[in-house]
Protein backbone atom coordinates (compact mmCIF):
# COMPACT_ATOMS: atom_id res chain seq x y z
CA UNK A 1 0.00 0.00 0.00
CA UNK A 2 1.18 3.15 -1.15
CA UNK A 3 -0.13 7.02 -0.46
CA UNK A 4 1.12 10.46 -0.79
CA UNK A 5 1.53 12.81 2.08
CA UNK A 6 -1.05 15.89 2.07
CA UNK A 7 -0.27 18.84 3.49
CA UNK A 8 3.32 19.17 3.80
CA UNK A 9 3.60 22.74 2.31
CA UNK A 10 6.18 24.87 0.88
CA UNK A 11 9.93 24.05 2.12
CA UNK A 12 11.94 26.65 3.23
CA UNK A 13 15.82 26.78 4.46
CA UNK A 14 16.41 25.54 8.43
CA UNK A 15 12.66 24.06 8.42
CA UNK A 16 12.78 20.71 10.89
CA UNK A 17 11.47 18.20 8.11
CA UNK A 18 11.26 15.50 10.39
CA UNK A 19 8.59 17.72 12.48
CA UNK A 20 6.95 18.81 9.65
CA UNK A 21 6.55 14.63 8.35
CA UNK A 22 5.77 14.29 11.85
CA UNK A 23 2.86 16.57 12.42
CA UNK A 24 1.26 15.70 8.91
CA UNK A 25 1.58 11.58 9.14
CA UNK A 26 0.19 11.53 13.25
CA UNK A 27 -3.15 10.94 12.09
CA UNK A 28 -5.82 10.52 9.36
CA UNK A 29 -5.71 10.92 5.98
CA UNK A 30 -1.48 10.56 6.01
CA UNK A 31 -1.64 8.53 9.58
CA UNK A 32 -0.67 7.53 11.96
CA UNK A 33 2.22 5.31 10.98
CA UNK A 34 3.12 2.11 12.13
CA UNK A 35 6.44 0.57 12.40
CA UNK A 36 7.88 -1.10 9.26
CA UNK A 37 6.47 1.55 7.30
CA UNK A 38 9.17 3.16 4.83
CA UNK A 39 8.66 7.49 4.09
CA UNK A 40 9.94 8.15 0.75
CA UNK A 41 10.91 11.86 1.01
CA UNK A 42 12.40 13.66 -2.78
CA UNK A 43 15.57 15.15 -2.70
CA UNK A 44 13.96 18.42 -3.35
CA UNK A 45 12.46 19.32 -0.02
CA UNK A 46 15.64 17.81 1.62
CA UNK A 47 17.87 20.18 -0.37
CA UNK A 48 15.55 22.98 0.33
CA UNK A 49 15.11 22.68 3.90
CA UNK A 50 19.08 22.25 4.04
CA UNK A 51 19.77 25.50 2.74
CA UNK A 52 21.12 23.80 -0.89
CA UNK A 53 19.97 26.60 -2.69
CA UNK A 54 22.64 28.16 -5.02
CA UNK A 55 21.50 31.76 -6.76
CA UNK A 56 21.87 31.51 -10.74
CA UNK A 57 20.69 34.29 -13.68
CA UNK A 58 17.69 33.51 -13.83
CA UNK A 59 17.34 35.27 -17.82
CA UNK A 60 20.71 33.25 -19.03
CA UNK A 61 19.04 29.13 -19.46
CA UNK A 62 22.77 27.72 -18.82
CA UNK A 63 24.05 30.11 -16.08
CA UNK A 64 23.90 26.64 -13.80
CA UNK A 65 26.50 25.33 -16.00
CA UNK A 66 29.45 26.39 -13.74
CA UNK A 67 27.73 24.80 -10.83
CA UNK A 68 27.48 21.36 -12.71
CA UNK A 69 31.12 21.22 -13.13
CA UNK A 70 31.83 22.60 -9.41
CA UNK A 71 29.59 19.67 -8.02
CA UNK A 72 31.32 17.04 -10.05
CA UNK A 73 34.14 14.96 -9.86
CA UNK A 74 34.64 13.35 -12.98
CA UNK A 75 33.12 14.56 -16.33
CA UNK A 76 31.40 11.94 -18.16
CA UNK A 77 30.25 12.52 -21.30
CA UNK A 78 29.66 16.20 -23.16
CA UNK A 79 26.72 16.21 -25.81
CA UNK A 80 25.42 20.04 -26.50
CA UNK A 81 24.06 21.36 -23.40
CA UNK A 82 23.89 18.10 -21.55
CA UNK A 83 26.90 17.18 -19.23
CA UNK A 84 26.91 13.22 -17.89
CA UNK A 85 28.94 13.38 -14.67
CA UNK A 86 30.37 11.78 -11.43
CA UNK A 87 29.56 13.51 -8.21
CA UNK A 88 31.11 12.95 -4.92
CA UNK A 89 28.36 10.42 -3.71
CA UNK A 90 29.52 8.19 -6.63
CA UNK A 91 26.47 8.63 -8.88
CA UNK A 92 26.20 8.99 -12.44
CA UNK A 93 23.58 11.59 -13.23
CA UNK A 94 22.80 14.26 -15.93
CA UNK A 95 24.41 17.88 -14.57
CA UNK A 96 25.09 16.48 -11.28
CA UNK A 97 21.97 16.02 -10.03
CA UNK A 98 21.36 20.01 -9.94
CA UNK A 99 17.89 21.08 -10.34
CA UNK A 100 15.94 23.83 -11.45
CA UNK A 101 12.29 22.27 -11.60
CA UNK A 102 10.01 23.23 -8.36
CA UNK A 103 12.56 25.90 -7.09
CA UNK A 104 11.53 29.44 -7.01
CA UNK A 105 12.71 31.24 -10.18
CA UNK A 106 16.65 32.56 -10.13
CA UNK A 107 17.83 29.56 -7.77
CA UNK A 108 19.23 26.21 -8.26
CA UNK A 109 19.05 22.94 -6.31
CA UNK A 110 21.77 21.05 -5.32
CA UNK A 111 21.66 17.63 -4.19
CA UNK A 112 22.21 17.13 0.05
CA UNK A 113 26.03 17.04 1.13
CA UNK A 114 25.43 13.45 2.63
CA UNK A 115 21.50 12.00 2.04
CA UNK A 116 22.07 9.19 4.08
CA UNK A 117 22.84 11.50 7.26
CA UNK A 118 19.49 13.58 6.03
CA UNK A 119 17.79 9.91 5.88
CA UNK A 120 18.84 9.01 9.56
CA UNK A 121 17.73 13.01 10.68
CA UNK A 122 14.26 12.26 9.60
CA UNK A 123 13.91 8.66 10.54
CA UNK A 124 15.74 9.46 14.00
CA UNK A 125 13.04 12.44 14.22
CA UNK A 126 9.85 10.72 13.32
CA UNK A 127 10.61 7.92 15.22
CA UNK A 128 11.23 9.51 18.14
CA UNK A 129 8.05 12.23 18.02
CA UNK A 130 5.11 9.48 16.86
CA UNK A 131 6.81 6.36 18.47
CA UNK A 132 7.64 3.54 15.52
CA UNK A 133 10.49 2.22 14.09
CA UNK A 134 10.55 3.19 10.12
CA UNK A 135 12.63 3.52 6.82
CA UNK A 136 13.35 6.17 5.19
CA UNK A 137 14.52 6.90 1.35
CA UNK A 138 15.54 9.95 0.10
CA UNK A 139 14.59 9.85 -4.01
CA UNK A 140 15.50 11.46 -7.15
CA UNK A 141 14.90 11.29 -10.40
CA UNK A 142 17.26 10.12 -12.90
CA UNK A 143 17.69 8.47 -16.64
CA UNK A 144 19.00 5.26 -16.88
CA UNK A 145 21.25 3.70 -19.38
CA UNK A 146 20.22 2.08 -22.58
CA UNK A 147 16.49 2.90 -21.46
CA UNK A 148 14.13 6.07 -22.33
CA UNK A 149 12.48 7.90 -19.82
CA UNK A 150 12.88 8.99 -16.10
CA UNK A 151 12.41 7.31 -13.03
CA UNK A 152 13.16 7.77 -9.03
CA UNK A 153 15.85 6.35 -7.69
CA UNK A 154 17.10 6.04 -4.34
CA UNK A 155 20.03 8.18 -3.24
CA UNK A 156 20.03 8.05 0.79
CA UNK A 157 18.45 5.48 2.88
CA UNK A 158 17.88 5.02 6.73
CA UNK A 159 16.96 1.97 7.97
CA UNK A 160 15.55 0.10 5.22
CA UNK A 161 18.26 -1.88 2.90
CA UNK A 162 19.57 -0.59 -0.46
CA UNK A 163 20.18 -3.82 -1.79
CA UNK A 164 18.77 -7.41 -0.51
CA UNK A 165 21.06 -10.18 -1.72
CA UNK A 166 19.55 -13.33 -2.81
CA UNK A 167 22.12 -14.88 -4.39
CA UNK A 168 22.82 -18.44 -2.85
CA UNK A 169 19.22 -18.45 -2.66
CA UNK A 170 16.83 -20.99 -4.84
CA UNK A 171 14.43 -19.46 -7.27
CA UNK A 172 10.90 -20.87 -7.73
CA UNK A 173 12.02 -23.74 -9.93
CA UNK A 174 14.85 -25.05 -6.86
CA UNK A 175 17.84 -23.17 -9.01
CA UNK A 176 20.03 -21.52 -7.04
CA UNK A 177 20.84 -18.00 -7.74
CA UNK A 178 24.17 -16.64 -8.44
CA UNK A 179 23.74 -13.18 -9.13
CA UNK A 180 20.70 -11.79 -7.87
CA UNK A 181 20.93 -8.58 -6.14
CA UNK A 182 17.52 -6.50 -5.92
CA UNK A 183 17.66 -2.91 -5.58
CA UNK A 184 15.12 -2.93 -3.26
CA UNK A 185 15.51 0.79 -2.03
CA UNK A 186 15.22 1.98 -5.68
CA UNK A 187 11.48 -0.07 -6.48
CA UNK A 188 10.64 1.78 -3.22
CA UNK A 189 11.50 5.08 -4.59
CA UNK A 190 9.86 4.02 -8.04
CA UNK A 191 6.71 3.05 -6.87
CA UNK A 192 6.32 5.91 -4.42
CA UNK A 193 6.80 8.70 -7.35
CA UNK A 194 3.53 6.98 -9.15
CA UNK A 195 1.63 8.53 -6.17
CA UNK A 196 3.73 11.74 -5.62
CA UNK A 197 4.18 12.70 -9.49
CA UNK A 198 6.61 15.58 -10.89
CA UNK A 199 4.01 18.87 -10.21
CA UNK A 200 1.49 17.72 -7.78
CA UNK A 201 3.45 18.99 -4.97
CA UNK A 202 3.33 16.35 -2.93
CA UNK A 203 7.05 15.41 -1.61
CA UNK A 204 6.25 12.57 0.59
CA UNK A 205 4.85 9.15 0.53
CA UNK A 206 4.60 5.86 2.89
CA UNK A 207 4.96 2.52 1.64
CA UNK A 208 3.35 0.01 3.74
CA UNK A 209 3.73 -3.48 3.92
CA UNK A 210 7.36 -3.89 2.89
CA UNK A 211 8.84 -6.95 3.98
CA UNK A 212 10.07 -6.80 7.32
CA UNK A 213 13.49 -8.69 6.92
CA UNK A 214 14.30 -5.56 4.53
CA UNK A 215 14.38 -3.17 7.50
CA UNK A 216 18.38 -2.73 8.48
CA UNK A 217 21.18 -0.48 9.17
CA UNK A 218 22.35 0.66 5.38
CA UNK A 219 23.34 3.15 3.19
CA UNK A 220 23.67 4.74 -0.33
CA UNK A 221 26.92 2.71 -1.06
CA UNK A 222 25.12 -0.56 -0.85
CA UNK A 223 23.77 0.97 -4.66
CA UNK A 224 26.85 2.82 -6.41
CA UNK A 225 28.92 0.12 -7.98
CA UNK A 226 32.33 0.61 -7.23
CA UNK A 227 35.02 1.33 -10.31
CA UNK A 228 36.54 -1.44 -10.01
CA UNK A 229 33.12 -3.44 -10.99
CA UNK A 230 32.18 -1.02 -13.77
CA UNK A 231 32.62 -2.65 -17.32
CA UNK A 232 32.22 1.20 -18.82
CA UNK A 233 34.75 2.83 -17.58
Request: proline content about 5%.
Amino acid sequence: MIWGVEGIGEITPQDQLGKIISDACHQEPNGPLQNNDVLVVTQKIVSKAEGRLVPIDATDPLSHKQLVEDEAVRIVRRRGDLIITETKHGFVCANSGIDLSNVERGYAALLPIDSDKSARRIRDIVGATLGVSIGVIISDTFGRPWRKGLTDVAIGVAGIAGVVDLRGTPDSLGRIMQVTEVAVADELAGAAELVMGKSSGVPVAVVRGVDESWFRNSGISELVRPPQEDLFR
